[in-house]
């Protein structure tokens, strides 16, 4: 028999997991809470969970639980759950920000296994009507261990977890929050703020393309969940904002004084850097090469893609539609395993009259 799970919180990042860790030979039945009923049902529709339970229940009987409520309600569930731990219980959480909750699984009993966790995935669609089985699929997901917690029980977590295609990190919760304040949620608060500029003048949103577009996503996010987000990393949030700021100043005298060279000197340093990131990746997942092909706007068109190399034994292992214009064609963005991968790929496509290159 594998190990019961309980699932607390049934939005995406819970539902995902549910899918994904059906798969894991180690899990035995998921149990599911949740005070939304639709969520529920959902869940056991899709086939996120097993059994419908209450907190205190389900606690009492998992060997882990995944908090994927809102942090701000760990203080209360920790409250409720504490008294019917049993010892050797894995408590972890799903959460953005480690040092916070770290603090509130403090309060659970002794002899009950603390690891704070980050899966670093998401997608558009909110709820247990997004999840996806697969969302969590070469994504970093963190793992937080409080102090004296044993190699075996991570290595445990770490095991029930590889079932979601995830790729695991182990470091320390401070470190983890200020690595997030530098790559995520500063880039979300310069994401609102390049909106609130250009929100100014409509005529602006009017030129607002691609680029735009691309580098402002987040900021459509959910307000309520980035404002918890936000203030449970405050203190390495601000001192990332603060090197932001004199990043920018420094920009900002460079062409004050119609220095080129410095100007120069800037973007060429961040293209450098941003160039050495692996193509497409997620996390510390090595890349893979690009390939972009225009193809006619027809039924089934991203399926015969799919089988024209894959009848070559070349693996897609992503795809983007770039651009399309309805009744013409677009253009689709297919990422492959290798370089060499690619360029097989190019010709394969074109001797089927699809034109297509190496990105």
């Known amino acids: 028999m594998g190990i019961d799970v309980q699932l607390v919180g049934l939005g995406l990042i819970g539902g995902s997991l549910g899918l994904a860790l059906r798969d894991s030979p180690l899990v035995g039945r998921i149990m599911i809470t949740d005070h939304a009923e639709e969520c529920l049902k959902k869940a056991i529709e899709i086939g996120a969970g097993d059994e419908i339970v209450s907190l205190r229940e389900g606690a009492s009987r998992a060997g882990v639980i995944f908090l994927c409520s809102p942090p701000g309600s760990f203080a209360s569930i920790v409250t409720e759950i504490g008294p019917v731990l049993r ?41 247990i009507g997004g999840a996806d089985r697969y969302l969590f699929e070469n994504a970093m997901y963190i793992l937080c261990p409080a102090a004296g917690t044993s190699e075996e029980v991570v290595d445990l977590l770490a095991i029930i977890l590889a079932s979601t295609g995830a790729r695991i990190q182990v470091m320390a919760a401070d470190v983890h929050d200020r690595l997030v304040a530098a790559i995520s949620h500063l880039p979300h608060l310069a994401a609102a703020s390049l909106v609130n500029l250009a929100g100014r003048d409509p005529a602006q949103l009017m030129l607002a393309a691609g680029g735009f577009r691309d580098t402002t996503r987040i900021a459509s996010s959910n307000p309520e969940l980035w404002e918890d987000i936000l203030f449970s990393n405050r203190e390495p949030l601000l001192d990332m904002l603060e090197i932001y700021l004199q990043e920018l100043n420094h920009l900002k005298k460079a062409l004050e004084r119609e220095n080129r060279l410095a100007v120069n000197q800037i973007l060429s340093s961040a293209k450098r850097i941003r160039d050495s990131i692996p193509g497409r990746q997620r996390g510390l997942v090595p890349g893979f090469a690009d390939l972009v092909c225009i193809v006619p706007d027809q039924p089934g068109i991203i399926g015969r893609l799919g089988a024209i190399l894959g009848e070559e034994g070349i693996n897609i292992v992503d795809i983007e539609i770039l651009r399309v214009r309805e009744g013409d064609g677009g253009t689709i963005r297919l990422g492959v395993p290798t370089l060499v991968d690619a360029e097989r790929a190019v010709i394969i496509l074109q001797t089927h009259a699809i034109k297509a290159w190496v990105k």
Request: proline share 7%; hydrophobic share 40%.
């Open 87 to 127: 010892p050797g219980t894995i408590v972890t959480d799903v959460g953005s920000t480690k040092l916070a909750v770290m603090q509130a699984l403090s309060g659970l009993p002794a002899g009950v296994w603390k690891i704070g966790g980050h899966p670093m995935a998401g997608a558009e669609t909110r709820g």
